[in-house]
């Protein structure tokens, strides 16, 4: 069992910037990798980013690569998405996942199917 709370979403103006965090209770952190996905109204849930178990792997949509970063703090049991130049295009409910790693390299983290546990979702609103 791991809860997942998100928080930091909120209304920005394009070109700001906001951190996402993660906390995740419930099981050992440092054993799970983490990811970041997001909806907006009438789309598909799509993949933003994720870091692996020891925080040496990380992976991003390329419609975040250079403007979003993920990262995680295993003593805090939390994850981060530090997200600059935001777009309104990025406006959507940000969910934060978790997966079980079992084999080292073997988890496709950028699949929303891969992640066995959810958070709420924080709302992130970009205006122009």
């Known amino acids: 069992q791991v809860q997942l709370v998100e928080s930091g979403g909120g209304l920005v103006q394009a070109g700001g910037s906001l951190r996402l965090s993660c906390a995740a209770s419930g099981r050992t952190f440092s054993s799970y990798s983490m990811g970041w996905f997001r909806q907006a109204p009438g789309k598909e849930r799509e993949f933003v980013a994720a870091?692996?178990?020891?925080?040496?792997?990380?992976y991003y949509a390329d419609s975040v690569k250079g403007r979003f970063t993920i990262s995680r703090d295993n003593a805090k049991n939390t994850v981060y998405l530090q997200m600059n130049s935001l777009k309104p295009e990025d406006t959507a409910v940000y969910y934060c996942?978790?997966?079980?790693?079992?084999?080292?390299?073997?988890?496709?983290?950028?699949?929303?199917?891969?992640?066995?546990?959810w958070g709420q979702g924080t709302q992130v609103t970009v205006s122009s």
């Open positions: 870091i692996n178990w020891s925080g040496g792997r990380t």
């Open positions: 996942a978790a997966v079980v790693t079992l084999i080292p390299g073997t988890t496709r983290l950028t699949f929303g199917s891969e992640y066995n546990y």
